[in-house]
């Protein structure tokens, strides 16, 4: 046992054991909300969150060359002091560090530009927050602490004035206020709130939770003990949950009786009446009409490791990353357990070259104008671009240690040199 667990109390202690055989936390994304308006005195760049590092890559779009590096954890040594001082909390920092983190610190999960290209803003796991840094002064600008222990994914309104977070451990949604960091709403979620996407024109919000992803009992015979499971369409204004979608009647009436519901990644056609989605356990994903909730197409892909038990699955996840070309012709997949990528043609659904250009594949963006799909390798440290055409990996770079989410970001241009 940690040092700092031995010293908890007997409850805490009890507590966060529970709660990693539990699997209340989950990390890995979706076809991720981008940002749409580009202002005269911005230029667009791509963000790479590095979990490990705590810190964040700045790279160019156009070159693919990184520009800069950003430290998302300036405050680092406040957050341990106060941490340290905290017996709960650093019961669970230290659980987050070695059952999420593969015995590392998660520092940066998701992050998003504002409009104007100023701020930074990142949910930074291990520290259960979300801070918004200043680009120009590299300092932080607001800081929100999340309800519970641990922050995941985001996702940014179209217009950029409001990001959502999930909260792990509270199974709650945060609202806040981009410029201020205010919390302006909260939504409920199921067993460890995971993805979000803003759908229809940012009226509404597509919600997923993943439940106990750290439970031993990985069987498909035990599936129903790993907690609540949601898929969720969330009003963007009154935050109010409008429909929820029966996944395990859709799969069962598709005859898929033993597959996990636990939605991960997802992706939508372009008029967002499709729903495109990796589960649990899955090496490929399904496809699901809005309208009635049924799964009209299942995606089969290759399994590279089949002897593989599902107990060493990266946080129950086969595949971890989907995102469609915005024609809605492609979908760029990456294969987590397998180690590779790879484009499917949404039509007929074939499957294109298998791309071994890494390990552990964890997170697939398109480009701001869908010319390509952007993947991290989170074990190899780097970045690579696919050509949504030719289904080939056109360039890579390298970025710190273990990227995660890659977002299209603004940087005002007056602070591209300073970076």
């Known amino acids: 046992m940690p040092p700092a667990l031995a010293r908890a109390s007997a409850p805490v202690v009890a507590l966060v054991v529970a709660l990693l055989l539990a699997g209340i936390w989950g990390a890995s994304p979706a076809g991720a909300t981008e940002l749409q308006h580009k202002g005269p005195d911005v230029r667009r760049m791509v963000f790479v969150g590095n979990n490990w590092d705590g810190t964040a890559d700045i790279v160019d779009p156009g070159t693919f060359e990184k520009v800069g590096r950003i430290n998302v ?22 659980a987050i560090r070695e059952e999420i983190g593969e015995g590392n610190d ?7 530009s504002s409009n104007d290209g100023r701020l930074l803003i990142a949910s930074r796991p291990s520290f259960a927050d979300v801070v918004a840094i200043s680009l120009e002064t590299k300092q932080i600008v607001w800081r929100f602490a999340v309800d519970g222990y641990r922050s995941d994914h985001m996702a940014i309104s ?8 999930s909260a792990s451990t509270a199974n709650v949604v ?12 909260q939504f409920p979620s199921g067993g460890s709130p995971h993805e979000s996407v803003f759908i229809d024109g940012g009226t509404k919000i597509l919600h997923a939770s993943i439940g106990m992803v750290y439970s031993p009992l990985d069987d498909p015979a035990l599936d129903p003990s790993k907690q609540e499971r949601v898929l969720e369409i969330v009003d963007a204004s009154t935050y109010k949950v409008l429909r929820k979608f029966d996944l395990r009647k859709a799969l069962d009436e598709r005859g898929m009786t033993k597959t996990s519901t636990a939605v991960r990644p997802m992706t939508l056609s372009p008029d967002d009446k499709t729903f495109y989605f990796q589960v649990s356990f899955f090496h490929g994903f399904l496809v699901m009409d809005r309208a009635s909730g049924k799964i009209t197409r299942v995606k089969h892909l290759p ?7 599902r107990e060493q699955y990266l946080l129950d996840s086969a595949h971890h990353g ?7 012709t492609k979908i760029c997949v990456a294969g987590t357990m397998s180690d590779y990528a790879t484009v499917v ?14 390990l552990k594949p964890y997170w697939v963006t398109p480009s701001w104008d869908g010319t390509y799909c952007y993947i ?6 780097k970045i690579s671009r696919i050509s949504y055409a030719t289904g080939r990996v056109v360039s890579s770079v390298k970025v710190g240690d273990h990227p995660q989410r890659v977002r299209n970001a603004f940087v005002a241009k007056d602070l591209v040199d300073k970076l």
């Open 73 to 94: 954890i300036p405050d680092k040594d406040a957050r341990m002091q106060e941490i340290a001082t905290n017996p709960d909390r650093m019961a669970y920092f230290l």
């Open 106 to 112: 998660q520092f940066v999960d998701d992050l998003y």
């Open 158 to 165: 179209p217009d950029g004035t409001r990001v959502v977070v």
């Open 174 to 185: 945060h609202v806040l206020d981009v410029a201020t960091g205010q919390q302006v709403g």
């Open 303 to 309: 399994n590279l490791v089949p002897n593989t038990p």
């Open 322 to 328: 989907i995102a469609m070309n915005p024609e809605g």
């Open 345 to 358: 043609d949404a039509r007929t659904f074939k499957t294109g070259k298998l791309l071994k250009n890494g």
């Open 376 to 381: 991290s390798w989170s074990g190899s440290d």
